[in-house]
């Protein structure tokens, strides 16, 4: 039988009405047979989700303020949780052995982590799954950076001999010793490193959304979901801002070839987003699959007659930017133009320089600076064999009077990349979306 690893986020493990969602999804299906939990998130859009409340709670008691009161207030959520579905667990004797832990003092990455290792005992003890502490199977070396090798090693032996487990996400060790956490939202990277482990066959990630969407719902809000998308085109999506995973959970599934599948635990019925590793069996409604952007860029152009032909000449470019301590995002080069595309906040502070090092180092015609930029990438595995997609993208913008100041089609023909000016970019995503999907 296959293996299915599923991971729920905070807002699905919210109170006991979730845990009981959570129950019935997994016994829909018995392949789901290793669930990763968060904390408990937000019930209501004021509330507070469980891990903030920890982190205040180190703060209190850091700054020698009284930490029980927010402690208080973490007790009373998991003892409604144990208390509404009658579990056997004495879930006070874990939450009065933390308070007295952290009243002698523990680490902030110890006290971010109980979060999930609490809600992991629930859950465990809820669907009668063993629990495993990922104190022993996820591991960071000394400076802090996670060891993937050790852990895939220890965790893939582990699962061998545990057929149905809760491992909590988030958080794993210094190599059996001090508790360490990944950065937030980092139980999708538990999910995803148990998935690759187990060699399952699907990776459910369940959250409270209907999947990804094919853009940002506060510009469109009628955007559809997206069915079916390879990692690849999420990558580009991701990257230029669209979010739901956690970005590093995405590298050891994709690796592994094992699909992930969003879903939504409110909504179980939904097929939510299926992310493949290459090949799409089932083909989009669309020729495009995502439309994501980001505001904040520069864009520094610079021209020099017969550029083309000077060796050296993007490399000496390059390394004024480089010298300066920057990163670029893009670089469309014309025959006898070249534009770097940057961050402005990380330009700002340096940018007299950069313009002085590029000057000396190309003795260029022109150097311009085009600040308040904004990229937008559409994406789609499905516009290489639809010749005429561009046309209709620039169709589109110039309808809705958007001025284009840089094109960038990727040397993967996944996206195409425009930057507009920053007063244009919501107006430009409606305008492509508008342009491709059709209901
Ligand atoms: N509970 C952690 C957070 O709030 C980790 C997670 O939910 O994935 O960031």
Redesign the pocket.
């Known amino acids: 039988m296959g293996k299915i690893v599923t991971k729920f ?2 807002s699905s493990l919210s109170d006991a009405g979730q845990f009981r969602k959570v129950r019935s999804i997994i016994e829909k299906d018995e392949r789901r047979c290793y669930v990763i939990p ?2 408990p ?1 937000r019930r209501f859009g004021t509330d507070d ?4 409340l920890l982190y205040r709670t180190y703060s209190a008691f850091k700054s020698g303020e009284d930490f029980r009161t927010v402690y208080q207030v973490i007790r009373e959520r998991f003892v409604q949780i144990a208390q509404e579905l009658s579990l056997s667990i004495d879930i006070n004797k874990h939450l009065d052995a933390l308070e007295n832990e952290i009243a002698h003092g523990v680490t902030e990455d110890y006290i ?1 982590s109980r ?2 290792y609490l809600n992991g005992l629930l859950l465990a003890d809820y669907l009668g799954y063993t629990f495993l502490d990922p104190k022993d199977l996820v591991f960071f070396s000394e400076d802090g950076t996670f060891d993937s090798e050790l852990t895939h090693t220890v965790m893939a032996s582990t699962l061998k001999h545990v057929e149905r487990a809760v491992i909590p ?2 958080y794993g060790s210094i190599t059996g010793g001090d508790i360490k ?8 990277i538990t999910g995803a490193i148990v998935a690759r482990a187990a060699s399952a066959e699907l990776y459910e990630n369940w959250t409270d959304v209907n999947g990804f969407l094919m853009t940002d719902p506060r510009i469109v809000p009628e955007a559809r979901p997206i069915d079916n998308i390879t990692y690849s085109e999420l990558r580009e999506l991701s990257y230029m801002g669209a979010g739901v995973l ?1 970005e590093d959970s995405v590298f050891p599934v994709h690796r592994a070839g094992i699909p992930t599948n969003i879903r939504n635990t409110n909504e179980p019925e939904a097929r939510g987003t299926m992310i493949m590793h290459g090949v799409v069996e089932e083909e989009n409604p669309y020729v495009i699959t995502g439309i994501a952007g980001r505001t904040g860029f520069s864009v520094l152009s610079v021209e020099k007659a017969m550029m083309n032909s000077e060796v050296g000449f993007g490399r000496r470019v390059l390394q004024a930017i480089e010298e300066n301590g920057l990163s670029f995002e893009h670089m469309p080069t014309g025959i006898d133009t070249m534009c770097v595309v940057v961050s402005a906040a990380e330009l700002e502070p340096v940018k007299a320089k950069v313009v002085k090092r590029i000057m000396d180092l190309t003795a260029p015609d022109s150097l311009t600076i085009h600040d308040d930029m904004a990229i937008i990438a559409t994406v789609g595995r499905g516009m290489v064999q639809n010749p005429g997609t561009a046309a209709k993208l620039f169709t589109a913008l110039s309808r809705e009077g958007v001025n284009v100041r840089m094109i960038d089609q990727g040397s993967s023909e996944l996206s195409i990349l425009i930057g507009v000016d920053e007063e244009d970019f919501q107006r430009a995503i409606r305008a492509i979306y508008n342009e491709f999907v059709q209901d």
């Open positions: 986020g905070g968060s904390a998130g989700k469980v891990t903030d971010a979060g999930e996400g988030f956490t990944f950065s937030r939202g980092g139980s999708d956690h």
